[in-house]
């Protein structure tokens, strides 16, 4: 599988933002991928107002996602928005283009309530785990950001199934944050030997740093801070050899975290 990704710094202006995307899909498009990732957030942000996610977030019938859905034919596209949930806050959504629809989507499990931020302010927590599905003959999983500090969200994703897990973010900037983020991309990849798809919003407040990490742990591909469009290949027999010489999926002793099978423990869980 060809894979773009695409990380840029996210404007308060939505036109602006889907011109930046629909400029990434058509460059991918011509470069051949099977798959294009963009980072969380895409829509609108502010560093300096707060409101402007609530603010400015839109159905996803609405004209930013149906600019996108409309361009996204021969590509599969991966980014995050945020949909009004009708009480004033949002859901923060992934959603995957294909063939000019919305094939799937995901709320975000994990809201980021953590150094000094709480995104549960405004954000909607979802409920439903991740979807896992083919593009170009490979099994893709999906997370979103802050859910990367979570082990058991990228097991559930490999038992079922996902040889590739995309995470799009928005990375802050912060002491030891960056380390942290390759820290986790790459735990992930290793520990479920997978490929590992992380792309990062980059601007005043977000580190960009996109890479993927392939299943022993590998940096295939590394952004820097600016904006860019990175192209590498995802490889089936690097996920086999990988499972082969290091098997921990076959090795382990405990069972799958029972959200794998009960996707209303989530709730249960949040409390």
Known sequence: MKVALGQFAVTSDWRVNQKQCLDYIAQAKAGGADLLVL?????ANDINNPEILPQTAQPL??????????AAEGIVVIGCVNVPDGEGKFFNTLVVLREGQIALQYRKIHLYDAFTMQES???VAGSEPPPVFDVAGMKVGVMTC?????????RYLALAGAE????????VRGPAKERHWEIMA????????????????????????SMVIDPLGVV?????????LGFTTLDPARIAHARRVLPVLQNRRF????????ASLLTNIKG
Do not use: H
């Open 39 to 43: 980072p969380e957030g895409i829509l």
């Open 61 to 70: 019938d609405g004209p930013f996602m149906e600019g996108l859905r409309k």
């Open 121 to 123: 302010k405004r954000t």
């Open 146 to 154: 802050y859910d990367i500090r979570f082990p058991e969200i990228a």
């Open 164 to 171: 590739i897990i995309v995470v799009p973010a928005a990375w």
């Open 186 to 209: 790459t735990a992930r990849a290793i520990e479920n030997t997978c490929y590992v798809v992380a792309v990062g919003e980059c601007g005043q407040r977000n580190i960009g740093a």
């Open 220 to 228: 295939t591909l590394g952004l820097g801070e600016e904006p860019s």
């Open 255 to 262: 069972t799958a975290p029972q959200l794998a099978t009960d």
